[in-house]
């Protein structure tokens, strides 16, 4: 089984090699903004004489947008544009073309409905300050060395790394895997090296292939396992709260760039950014540890894994509870349980958005009309079960996975609404034999309960 898989590393590089880094970075954030300029300038040319009532022959003609393209017209203009373009490599500049043309193709697919989510926004000029540094090298020498500890790019030459790449190297030393392409990136004060590889990978088996298992997020465990075992939540962010605002008041109080006056920024505000800046990649680097760790922990083990496909844009709209949802990372949970599962010989259950996990009785079936974010144990009105309200969402998760006949299917409605209710719902019900059908208005009879509001959790 061939699979596309990223090898991530650390790098140790000396001051020469870091400048020449930012230069290449730098050539293609000069090349995005020269296109896009280009791009915009036709465009906003074309507005105008559709203004002044001009044909559509006789406007002035569209550029392409796509990399071939754009690189042509690059190629044709980087003399005047940028005489010292020898001095980088060439996949410099078709780093800063290729983001432009994937920048352009999901703005166009968005307006045109082609595109699934939020709305993507016009491309934006990228700042020298603001923008990322990275570069991305897809032909030439791209290798590791040896010893494991040094990696060679294209006229960056030989790059120390800061641990081992044994991993990879194994797998390029036995021909199971090879390099596509290779992107330098500043995250955190820290320059990283990600090799995006093709991967060959021997079939595998869950350790219990037979086993299903629901799993139910939240802030107060991370996660709620259908067995009965609870995921403590870390919270990365709550415990590195009082050193980040400590950083950020002493970067607050130095003297920092502005823009009205050209005034530069201090060595002592620059010494305190990267501090500031260390201090949230060491919060996101806990935070992708520890969930990388948690789903391969589930897909290794379980042959079916079912989680909710929550609404995690809406959750986040509640000013209460978005700055735990977003350390907690529970659309990332659901992102890797997805690929960890098929790569493991698994396969992941998407249970509905509107299915009312958390109200529906994991013994009768019965369903309450509302529950409360604050009441934390389940009291089934018809059964008389008690249960800790995650622990019975979680089981009821684990029950869908009866209705799902077939390996990687869509979401499942399971047994409860895949619509929510008008306001003032009738009391719990028996369990019905199918999802509810909703009516014109999109609810749904009273027998299918509701489901919890988006912008809370279990």
Request: charged share 30%.
């Amino acid at each position: 089984m061939k699979v596309i898989q990223a090898y991530r590393f650390a790098l140790d590089l000396t001051p020469f090699q870091e400048r020449a880094v930012l230069a290449h970075a730098g050539a293609a954030r000069v090349a995005y903004n020269w296109a896009l300029a280009r791009v915009k300038a036709v465009m906003d040319q074309r507005a105008a004489e559709r203004s002044y009532g001009v044909p559509e022959e006789l406007l002035t003609p569209t550029v392409g947008w796509s990399l071939a393209k754009l690189r042509k017209a690059w190629n044709q203009a980087k003399p005047e544009v940028a005489p010292w373009w020898p001095e980088c490599s060439k996949e410099a500049y078709n780093t800063g073309l290729d983001n432009l043309a994937c920048g352009l193709k999901n703005w166009s697919d968005s307006r045109a409905g082609k595109r699934a989510g939020r709305r993507v926004g016009f491309p934006r000029f990228k700042s020298r300050r603001r923008a990322t540094p990275s570069v991305r090298f897809t032909t030439g020498a791209i290798r590791v060395e040896a010893d494991r500890k040094h990696v060679v790019l294209p006229r960056l030459g030989r790059l120390k790394l800061h641990e081992s790449a044994r991993k990879l190297a194994r797998r390029l030393e036995a021909g199971t895997a090879r390099i596509l392409s290779a992107t330098v990136r500043r995250d955190g004060g820290r320059w990283h090296v990600a090799f995006c590889v093709e991967v060959e990978r021997a079939e595998r088996t869950p350790k219990r292939p037979q086993a299903v298992v629901g799993v139910d997020v939240g802030i107060t465990h991370l996660a709620v396992l259908s067995t009965g075992k609870l995921v403590p939540n870390p919270r990365h962010l709550d415990e590195a709260a009082q050193r980040m605002r400590r950083l950020a008041r002493q970067m607050s109080r130095r003297v920092g760039p502005d823009r009205r006056t050209g005034q530069r920024p201090s060595n002592r505000w620059e010494h305190a950014r990267q501090q500031v800046a260390r201090a949230h990649a060491r919060v996101a680097n806990l935070r992708r540890d520890g969930l990388h760790k948690l789903t391969t922990r589930l897909a290794g083990k379980y042959g079916t894994i079912v989680v909710e496909d929550l609404n995690v844009a809406g959750m986040l709209r509640n000013r209460r509870l978005a700055r735990q949802i977003a350390d907690a990372g529970f659309g990332e949970i659901r992102r890797q349980v997805a690929y960890k599962a098929e790569r493991n010989g698994g396969r992941r259950i998407l249970a509905d958005r509107w299915y009312p996990s958390s109200k529906t009785c994991s013994d009768c079936g019965a369903v309450k009309a509302k529950l409360p974010l604050r009441v934390r144990t389940y009291i089934c009105d018809s059964c008389g079960l008690t249960l800790d309200r995650d622990l019975n969402a979680a089981r009821n998760l684990a029950a869908i996975a009866r209705e799902a006949t077939t390996a990687g299917s869509g979401p499942v409605a399971g047994r409860g609404a895949d619509r929510k209710t008008r306001p003032g719902g009738s009391v719990a019900t028996k369990r019905q034999p199918g999802p509810a059908q909703a009516d014109k208005t999109g609810t749904v009879p009273p027998q299918g309960g509701t489901c919890r509001s988006v912008a809370t959790t279990h």
